[in-house]
């Protein structure tokens, strides 16, 4: 397994990143102070919020919760 983080900027300042990979075709998604802001499953198409709440169910998109407020 390998691991694969992608940080994502804008004006050279960091939004947050998104680590891929996981055996179960997840990704964790962290702001720019490196604290968990969701994760994304390709297994259920879901995207949940760091207290785990559903921001979409049909699919598993972690741009949906970079620089989210």
Known sequence: MTLKIEVFRKSGQILGS???GFSDNSATVRDPGGRIAGHASELFKTT???AGRL???N???AGLLINRK
């Open 18 to 20: 998104v680590t891929s």
């Open 48 to 50: 949940r919020d760091a």
């Open 59 to 61: 699919v598993a998109n």
């Open 55 to 57: 921001v979409s169910t």
